[in-house]
C-alpha cells in the first residue's frame, strides 16, 4: 500500500471516524482504523462493535493494499505534522511509513482479515433530511438523555416518523425533551431508539449545511448516511414512554416571559443553588407566581437569593419547587425570544412550550417543597 494525501483531507477524514475507536476493550484491533484503497480512493473505518464509521477520501495512490493501525497514535501524528503532503505506506516488515517533508515515523500494524466486518443492514425504513435539521434535533433533545444504564431504553433518543412528520424524545425520569419537523417526502411511519452516545458522535460529525443525510432504520440497526461518511449503530430494544400519555394537555396557571430574562434569572440563582447541587431535592429553587409577576428564590446554607420578573400571567397564583439545572438545560436550547410556561398543580408537570409554533415541548417534574 502507498499513499499521498494532504493533511487537511486526511484529518477531517480522522477527526469522523475516531469517534467509533473502542476506549475500553481487551481487542486490540478494535483500537485500530482500518486503511483500505480502493482505485484513486482510501476508506477509513473504525468499529467498536456498537459504532461503526466508514469515511471514503479521494487521494493519490500508487499501491493498493489495505492495514489496520492504532486509531490514537495515527491521529495524534497527523495532526502535529506540517500542513503539506503526507507520503504513507506500508513496509516489507508491515510497518506504516509516515514521511513528511523531515519527518518519518513507523508504526506497528494488524491484520486487516482480523478487523470486524461492519453489520450489513437491510433498510425497511428511511428518511432525508438536512444535516442542519438533524443537527439542530439532536443537539436540543440529548441533554435530556439518561445516563442510568439499568433503564437502558432511555439512555437514547425515540426516533418516531408519524403522519410524514419526525419527532425526537428524550426522557430521563425527571425531564422530557421532544422536538419535531415535518418531512418533505411522504414516508412510511416508524420508530427507533437510537443510543445517546450514537447521537453524540454523529453530532459532531453533521455539518451546519443543507447537504443532506439519509436515516435508515432495520431490525435492531440504524445506517447514517452522508456524501463521505456512513455511520452504523445498533438501535435500543425495548418499550419507550408513551410520551404523548404524559404530556399534559391542560394548564392552570401559564405565563408568558422573556426567554432570557428567565434563563438569566436561574443561572444567577443557580450560583446559590448549586452549591448543594447533590442535595438538589432538599434545596430546590422555589418558583412563585403571581398577577403578572415571577419570584425566583433559593436558601440554603450557602445563602439565600431573589429573583423577581414582569411577565404576562394567566390562570392561578402558585408556588412550586424546581432543580434549577433541568430548566436551565431547556432554555439554553431555545431561540425564541418569548416563550410559554404551563404549569398545572404545585406537583404535576410544568411545560415549556413556543408561542409563535408547536415545534418543541420541554417537560420538567417539579420537586416538592418543604412546608
Known amino acids: 500500500m502507498k499513499i499521498v494525501c494532504y493533511k487537511d483531507n486526511i484529518l477531517k477524514a480522522l477527526n469522523s471516524v475516531v469517534k467509533g475507536v473502542a476506549s475500553k476493550t481487551t481487542m486490540p484491533i478494535l483500537e485500530g482504523i482500518l486503511i483500505q484503497t480502493n482505485d484513486n480512493e482510501i476508506k477509513l473505518t473504525t468499529y467498536d462493535l456498537e ?8 487521494c493519490e495512490v500508487k499501491e493498493q493494499g489495505s492495514t489496520v493501525v492504532n486509531a490514537i497514535m495515527f491521529n495524534e501524528i497527523m495532526r502535529k505534522l506540517p500542513d503539506t503532503e503526507i507520503h504513507i505506506s506500508l513496509n516489507e516488515n508491515n510497518f506504516l511509513e509516515i514521511e513528511c517533508e523531515g519527518s518519518l515515523y513507523k508504526l506497528a500494524t494488524m491484520n486487516p482479515e482480523e478487523f470486524p466486518e461492519l453489520p450489513k443492514i437491510e433498510i425497511e425504513n428511511s428518511i432525508e433530511l438536512e444535516q442542519n435539521i438533524l443537527k439542530t434535533m439532536i443537539r436540543k433533545t440529548i441533554f435530556a438523555v439518561s445516563s442510568e444504564e439499568n433503564r437502558q431504553i432511555f439512555t437514547g433518543c425515540l426516533f418516531e416518523v408519524e403522519n410524514n412528520k419526525l419527532n425526537v424524545v428524550a426522557v430521563d425520569g425527571f425531564r422530557l425533551a421532544l422536538r419535531n419537523v415535518y418531512l418533505q417526502n411522504k414516508v ?26 439519509k436515516i435508515g432504520i432495520a431490525k435492531n440497526q440504524a ?71 415571577v419570584t425566583i428564590s433559593c436558601t440554603n446554607q450557602t445563602g439565600d437569593a431573589k429573583e423577581e420578573i414582569y411577565v404576562s400571567t394567566e390562570g392561578k397564583n402558585l408556588e412550586v419547587g424546581f432543580n434549577p439545572k433541568y430548566f436551565l438545560d431547556s432554555l439554553k436550547v431555545i431561540e425564541d425570544e418569548e416563550v410559554f410556561v404551563e404549569f398545572g ?20 417534574l417539579p420537586i416538592r417543597l418543604k412546608e
Open 51 to 58: 459504532i461503526g464509521i466508514e469515511y471514503v477520501m479521494e
Open 188 to 213: 412510511n411511519d416508524f420508530k427507533a431508539v437510537i443510543p445517546g452516545r450514537t447521537l453524540n458522535e454523529i453530532n459532531k460529525i453533521l455539518l451546519e449545511s443543507f447537504d443532506t443525510i
Open 223 to 293: 445506517l447514517f448516511e452522508m456524501e463521505k461518511c456512513k455511520i452504523v449503530t445498533r438501535t435500543l430494544d425495548g418499550e419507550f414512554l408513551n410520551y404523548k400519555s404524559v404530556i399534559p394537555t391542560n394548564w392552570e396557571t401559564r405565563i408568558k416571559v422573556n426567554k432570557n430574562n428567565l434563563q438569566n434569572c436561574f443561572e444567577r440563582i443557580s450560583l446559590i443553588s448549586s452549591s448543594s447541587i447533590e442535595k438538589e431535592k432538599k434545596y430546590p429553587v422555589k418558583v412563585s407566581i403571581d398577577i403578572g409577576k
Open 345 to 364: 398543580t404545585s406537583i404535576s408537570p410544568c411545560l415549556v412550550k413556543s408561542v409563535e409554533n408547536n415545534d418543541y415541548v420541554y417537560m420538567i
